[in-house]
């Protein structure tokens, strides 16, 4: 049997993904504003999207409060539409685990972030799946009008 490839949604789908999605946790999401995660995190965030700030080790980003994982996020009662991962490729199988576990619906990998095996392993587990994309790029590019953040169609 042939080994699949990992392919991303088609841009309808990733709109329809980005419309419906209301938090996102943030995998890896740096306090320091000049880092790319605090970058497209505060970018998400200003277009409407609520932000879960995952990282060990810090109390507050973007003022939220932060969880050192999935796990604990999730613990907190806090409701996960989307995991956006700021990681490298080899570091992302232990959050997958976590999305599995927690039936989380969609995975986010950032640009530059390409693991097409656990991508895969998301997808076949359920998940909705985007890898190598930047989400607040394509926020921008596919959903103009971002209406469905502030509770309209």
Request: net charge neutral.
């Amino acid at each position: 049997m042939p080994i699949s490839h990992f392919v991303n949604p088609t841009d309808d789908a990733i709109r329809a993904l980005l419309e419906q999605v209301r938090t996102i946790a943030v995998v890896g999401l740096s306090p320091k504003p000049a880092r790319p995660s605090h970058r497209v995190a505060a970018g998400l965030q200003s277009l409407g999207y609520r932000i879960i700030p995952i990282r060990p080790a810090i109390d507050r980003v973007l003022g939220e409060t932060a969880y050192p994982d999935l796990d604990a996020a999730c613990r907190a009662g806090k409701h996960i539409d989307l995991v956006d991962v700021f990681r490298a490729p080899d570091q992302i199988s232990t959050i997958i685990d976590a999305c599995l576990r927690l039936h989380l619906p969609a995975l986010w990998l950032q640009d530059g972030v390409i693991n097409p095996t656990e991508a895969l392993r998301a997808r076949d587990g359920g998940m909705s799946v985007v890898m190598d994309r930047c989400a607040w790029r394509d926020t921008h590019q596919l959903t103009p009008s971002l209406s469905h953040l502030q509770g309209g169609s």
